[in-house]
């Protein structure tokens, strides 16, 4: 059967692809695979269920719950709660499985479902392969009293809250934030997060009424957190995607703080505290140079990824370095989380603007963000670009150019005939320019149908 499981989870339309049939059948083939290997303390494995704040989240939660409980699993239901508090939770009540039913940052009408293994860790492959396969296995029903316990939890917010805040080591006072909570999972925590640790908050997009989540908000729409910014005379924003597992920040003078910048200013707090592991920081191939140059100055190693946050959290568990993440925002504190945790970072971010009394605007200027440039080439036989003498000799051709100041980076998309073309140099129209010849380069050579735009 055709793979179900993409890079993060399932993911698709909601009551299209991602259909209450199909979430009860996946948590059926989680619960069985559970009980096949026999992983667990208890007479029946426990699984908790959190979700954002999709309209669709409701029944696709009901169907989730109805398949593990009726496969023999006891269901303890956080509702709504951001990704990483729903892997807070899967360690810190010793569930053998946690379920997180978000699309994060796409739109509204997309939802998804996320497996996570006891202690709150994303499923490796292996497992995903072994669910995949129990969905076209039969399978004894447990009956009368073997089947599962279903029960609300009264406080999961409450707790992942405290537990975040004990993470920062001295009050906020005297910072003015701005959050931005993507009318998601984050606007029942996080505000109480920044209030408990000392802060002065302002919130924006924390309204949800199940439509409008990541609509006009969040970590892919900043212009609003950067309007709130200035108008309030604030400190810095901070702004979250749909499930919170995200964080991108904005300065005091309304300039964004990527993901990059964010990681330069944690590894060398951590350095200058004695924490990082290794003096290493975990980032994906298409972070930018400037976090490389940075980094390296810095007297911090780089370990390189794919792109995608589970390749960063395999080389973080492999080489057990507690840091890393991804331009998008998404960044780990193995110290303090299981997954990448918006609300996590931006309390260190703000724990460190904070401690230092620097502002954001001076803390993220340690790194230079050189000029970035990404060209989708569509129609092309992706598997043909690490084999094309033409393609090669364009790229050597571009990185004689370039020398030690920018990079080219060819990418095959994994799920369409696209290659990704991106460049970096030191100067705008430098990027665009050669970007723009590779790209021509890939599709004459590697079009799929000839003369195909």
């Known amino acids: 059967m055709p793979r179900i499981f993409g890079t993060d989870g399932v993911r698709g339309l909601a009551n299209g692809h991602l259909t209450a049939e199909l979430a009860l059948d996946l948590s059926v083939a989680a619960a069985r695979v559970l009980v096949d290997r026999g992983e667990y303390a208890g007479p029946r494995p426990i699984a908790v269920v959190g979700r954002d704040t999709r309209i669709s989240g409701q029944f696709l939660e009901h169907a989730v719950v109805a398949g593990l409980a009726s496969a023999g699993v006891d269901v303890v239901r956080l509702r709504v709660l951001p990704t990483p508090g729903v892997a807070y939770m899967t360690h810190a009540l010793g569930a053998d499985l946690g379920v997180v039913i978000s699309a994060s940052h796409n739109p509204m009408p997309d939802n998804g479902i996320k497996f996570l293994s006891r202690g ?19 399978w004894e029903r447990p009956l009368g009293g073997e089947v599962g316990r279903v029960s609300p939890y009264a406080t999961p917010v409450e707790e992942y809250v405290d537990h975040l805040v004990s993470t920062i080591h001295r009050p906020l006072a005297g910072l003015k934030v701005v959050l931005d909570c993507a009318h998601g999972a984050a606007s029942g925590c996080s505000p109480e997060v920044f209030s408990t640790a000392g802060a002065e908050v302002v919130v924006i997009g924390a309204d949800p009424d199940g439509l409008n989540i990541n609509e006009g908000y969040g970590s892919t729409h900043l212009e609003n957190l950067q309007a709130a910014v200035l108008a309030h005379g604030a400190d810095l924003g901070i702004a ?16 964004v703080v990527d993901g990059d910048q964010i990681m330069a200013i944690m590894a060398t707090t951590l350095k200058d505290q004695g924490k990082l592991k290794d003096n290493t920081l975990v980032a994906t191939v298409m972070s930018n140079l400037g976090l490389k140059i940075a980094m390296r100055e810095a007297g911090i190693e780089i370990r390189e990824t794919g792109v995608g946050d589970r390749y960063v959290l395999e080389a973080m568990r492999d080489g057990g370095y507690n840091l890393g993440g991804e331009q998008s925002g998404h960044v780990i504190f193995a110290d303090h989380a299981t997954t990448g945790d918006g609300v996590l970072t931006g309390l260190q971010i703000a724990a460190r603007v904070a401690g230092t009394g620097r502002t954001l605007k001076d803390l993220a200027g340690m790194m230079t963000v050189l000029p970035q440039v990404l060209i989708n080439v569509k129609g092309v036989d992706r598997a043909a670009v690490g084999h094309n003498p033409a393609v090669a000799a364009a790229v050597l051709e571009a990185e004689i150019e370039l020398g030690e100041s920018g990079r080219v980076l060819l990418r095959p998309s994994g799920t369409e005939p696209v290659v990704r073309v991106m460049v970096e140099a030191q100067d705008q129209t430098a990027a665009d320019s050669i970007a723009r010849r590779l790209a021509d380069v890939v599709q004459g050579e590697l079009a799929l149908t000839p003369h195909l735009a």
């Open 120 to 138: 709150g860790l994303k499923l490796d492959d292996a497992v995903e392969r072994d669910i995949e396969a129990h969905l076209e296995m039969a």
């Open 240 to 255: 979250h995607d749909g499930d919170a597992d995200r964080c991108l920040a904005v300065d005091h003078e309304g300039t």
